[in-house]
């Protein structure tokens, strides 16, 4: 069995300098991944640059991304040749389509901004005391994933901030239903630690509660190995 992995975070490109990312450290993911590659598993890790990853192993093939668009294509050459997708990475819900200082805005209409090139390919200008940075929706991944292979186990992680149990659940709930996942992991940042994980594995059927990531990991492997 095939495990496809994905872990870190993705960075979206304001210009050749700098980048808009987000705080994911893909800690988790290589807890997930070694712990596969320790059962026996062949695992193909999709990960950033930056994210923390398991040690070398000869049963693991990792493919490096930057941005949304990169796991896009990683994906949809990896989807089809694998059995489990354990979705971990934290994938940037907007990236930036346009950069313009303030004092631009206010003489010209935003539209008139737009017309002009963009300007990604260099480094914008920093001598302007106020940028407004316009940003457009990524696409949702997780809900392509069941298109690019219908047979698939799909895994995918849910992370809210501040909220109760009861929220919680059901929100991972609702994401299961509308991503075709077969579990989603959901875990609040607030309690979240170098230490402590504490997260619930919500099935169809089923609610299942970890604490670290040590036990994330191991009940992640039962649930594949239940379920194969």
Request: glycine share 2%; aromatic share 2%.
């Given at each position: 069995m095939k495990i496809l992995i994905t872990s870190g975070g993705t960075s979206e490109p304001i210009d050749q300098v700098r980048a808009i990312t987000n705080q994911s450290t893909g800690r988790l993911g290589r807890q997930i991944a070694q712990t596969f590659l320790e059962a026996g598993f062949a695992v193909t890790l999709i990960t950033t640059p930056n994210a923390m990853k398991p040690q070398a192993h000869p049963k693991l093939q990792q493919i490096l991304i930057k941005t949304t668009s990169d796991l896009e294509s990683a994906l949809q050459e990896q989807v089809p040749n694998h059995h489990v997708l354990i979705h971990s990475m934290a994938v940037s819900d907007y990236r930036p389509l346009q950069m313009v200082p303030l004092e631009k805005l206010q003489e010209v209409p935003t539209y008139q901004v737009f017309l002009e090139p963009e300007q990604k390919g260099g480094k914008h200008s920093s001598t302007a005391k106020h940028q407004v940075i316009f940003l457009e929706k990524t696409p949702k991944l997780i809900q392509k994933i069941k298109d690019w292979n219908?047979?698939?186990?799909?895994?995918?992680?849910?992370?809210?901030?501040?909220?109760?149990?009861?929220?919680?659940?059901?929100?991972?709930?609702?994401?299961?239903?509308?991503?075709?996942?077969?579990?989603?992991?959901?875990?609040?940042?607030?309690?979240?630690?170098?230490?402590?994980?504490?997260?619930?594995?919500?099935?169809?059927?089923?609610?299942?509660?970890?604490?670290?990531?040590?036990?994330?990991?191991?009940?992640?492997?039962d649930f594949v190995r239940k379920e194969s």
């Open positions: 219908p047979a698939i186990r799909l895994i995918g992680f849910k992370l809210l901030v501040s909220v109760s149990s009861e929220e919680l659940i059901s929100i991972a709930q609702a994401s299961l239903k509308k991503n075709r996942a077969d579990l989603i992991v959901a875990n609040d940042l607030s309690q979240i630690d170098q230490e402590q994980h504490p997260a619930f594995l919500v099935g169809p059927e089923q609610i299942d509660q970890a604490h670290t990531k040590q036990e994330i990991a191991h009940k992640l492997l």
